[in-house]
């Protein structure tokens, strides 16, 4: 049947609906600054880093990823509010919505997209961090495959937050409200206690974690839970879908 | 359900809360027909068309669309018809021709139906310009070749000529009028003018408070009209009694 080609297309046809809404400005500038924060510290003080001992990319993170974990949280939050607000804009949605396609079809093109959008952010800051490394520290042993599996490692943990700023946009017809929302999230998860075992898979919150806080096992079972919070997002999404109906 | 009909409501009802915006209604639109939906402001057309695209969800009642029914074939009813609801729906960021251009690969339909959708509204001139810059009448004509596009079997137009000038009017009128014939499409217009659709339509349905008060041919309006004694030398006139009788009879009911 020919209908079934449409969910495999949809982010592709996501994509077109983006142009001229600055969200791929928008990634690339935020990548941009993350990649800033390494640099800019290291070069206003790097003999308190160079001195450390231990693996540079260690020391590099420690120092930077909080603040460079926050700007891309809040470009997660940016890029879902600027996805719904084109399709609410102009009520370009209720045409969505009227034609032959799964519900929830809208909202996991919409998930793809933001997705691959963060590993632009966090490819330009993981290049960052590897020329901090190349030029202020001299050990250089292995530093691919470490780079590798912190990028992979924090691009999951941003997953969560990504379905549930998502959901939230689909939510709100004004942007703003969902803007709003988004940032006072951001900045209550950075105010939780950094310790404790479930505020670290909170959506908002999981992004600041860092792959060499945990061991082999214990990154994977957060990779599975994050993955798991993405699927429920995703089924509270298709309820909410349902409810709605009735009231509009 | 009878051959002819191509959609077919069964008591279809709508509650928000404790109001009913659409009551039992039972619609029966033959298949290759104009049928314009007629009812004054708030009467539930709008509401009733959301409904047969799944956008709303009836409190209680069903449907049949195409022998297709509803939930169980929402996809396959929805790639039958094209809508037009309330205002027009697009993406403001894009111009007209990307507009449809989203609407062609979701709809899986050949290159040429994008051209032919905005010749048909006489939008190819402006097919390039960014939709949130469009006239009001141009993004009439822009929702119009939305649902347009493809000439799908099933017509859902809420409304379609609001907002155009008096020639965009006429060119939508006519349209609307020679689609059965050219693309053996069923139309479901919507109004607040009788003597407006009785120029494009074969069968009228006339809703007040979310009740049909008729349904049928204009000849069979007007004998109904002439048998509870209201005027029938103008068809403005016979439509606000039949409503003002209508509102006075509710009156007395509640
Ligand atoms: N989401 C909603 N919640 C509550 N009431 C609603 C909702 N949508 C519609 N209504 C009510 O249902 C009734 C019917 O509305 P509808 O839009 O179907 O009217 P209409 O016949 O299309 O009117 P018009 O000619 O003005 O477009 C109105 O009284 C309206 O206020
Ligand atoms: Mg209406």
């Known amino acids: 049947m020919s209908g079934t080609r449409v969910p495999f297309l949809q982010p592709f046809l996501e994509t077109r609906k983006l142009r001229r809404t600055g969200f791929c400005p928008a990634f690339l500038g935020g990548g941009l600054l993350g990649a800033l924060v390494p640099a800019v510290n290291m070069a206003v003080r790097a003999e308190s880093f160079t001195s450390q001992s231990g693996s540079p990319f260690r020391i590099l993170m420690d120092a930077n990823w909080q603040l460079m974990a926050q700007l891309n949280i809040f470009l997660v939050v940016c890029g879902a509010c600027i996805l719904y607000h084109t399709e609410y804009a102009d009520n370009g949605i209720q045409k969505a919505r009227s034609l032959p396609m799964r519900p929830l079809c809208l909202f996991l093109g919409k998930l793809t997209i933001l997705a691959v959008s963060c590993l632009l952010p966090l490819c330009i800051e993981a290049l960052s961090l590897l020329l901090c490394r190349a030029h202020w520290f001299s050990d250089s042993a292995g530093a691919g495959r470490q780079l590798l599996a912190g990028l992979a490692f924090e691009l999951v943990l941003l997953l969560p937050t990504a379905a549930a700023m998502l959901f939230l946009s689909s939510m709100c017809q004004n942007m703003w409200i969902s803007l709003g929302a988004g940032v006072i999230l951001v900045f209550f998860s950075s105010m939780l206690p950094q310790g404790s075992a479930a505020v670290a898979l909170m959506p908002f919150a999981s992004p600041y974690r860092m792959l060499h806080q945990f061991s082999g096992r214990e990154a994977l079972w957060m990779c599975a839970l994050c993955l798991g919070e993405v699927l429920l997002f995703c089924a509270a999404e298709r309820i909410y879908h349902n409810i709605r109906r009735c009231f509009s | ?254």
């Open chain 2, 1 to 254: 359900m009878s051959e002819m009909n191509i959609i077919e409501t069964q008591n279809l009802t709508k509650t928000y809360g404790d109001f009913t915006a659409v009551s039992h209604l039972n619609l029966h639109i033959k298949k290759g027909s104009v049928y314009g939906f007629l009812g004054p402001n708030g009467a539930g057309k709008s509401t009733t068309m959301k409904m047969l695209l799944g956008l709303a969800k009836p409190t209680s009642g069903s449907f049949h669309i195409n022998r297709k029914s509803y939930p169980k074939d929402r996809i396959a009813i929805l790639r039958d018809m094209g809508s037009f609801i309330e205002a027009p729906a697009f993406y403001g960021n894009l111009t007209g021709e990307e507009n449809l251009e989203i609407l062609r690969r979701i709809l899986q339909l050949p290159k040429s139906a994008v051209a032919d959708a905005l010749e048909l509204t006489g939008l190819t001139e402006h097919r390039k310009r960014q939709a949130k810059k469009y006239s009001l009448g141009m993004k009439q004509r822009l929702g119009l070749a939305g649902a347009l596009l493809g000439h799908p079997p099933i017509l859902i137009l809420d409304e379609p000529t609001n907002g155009l000038d008096p020639i965009g009017i006429h060119e939508i009128r006519t349209l609307v009028r020679s689609l059965p014939e050219k693309y053996d499409c069923t139309v479901l217009v919507s109004s607040h003018l009788l003597p407006e659709v009785e120029l494009m339509a074969d069968d009228f349905g006339i809703l007040n408070h979310g009740r049909l008060l008729f349904e049928g041919t204009m000849d069979a309006l007007k004998r109904t009209a002439e048998n509870a004694g209201l005027p029938t030398y103008n068809l403005e006139e016979t439509f606000l009694s039949l409503i003002d009788m209508d509102n006075r009879n509710r009156g007395e009911r509640i």
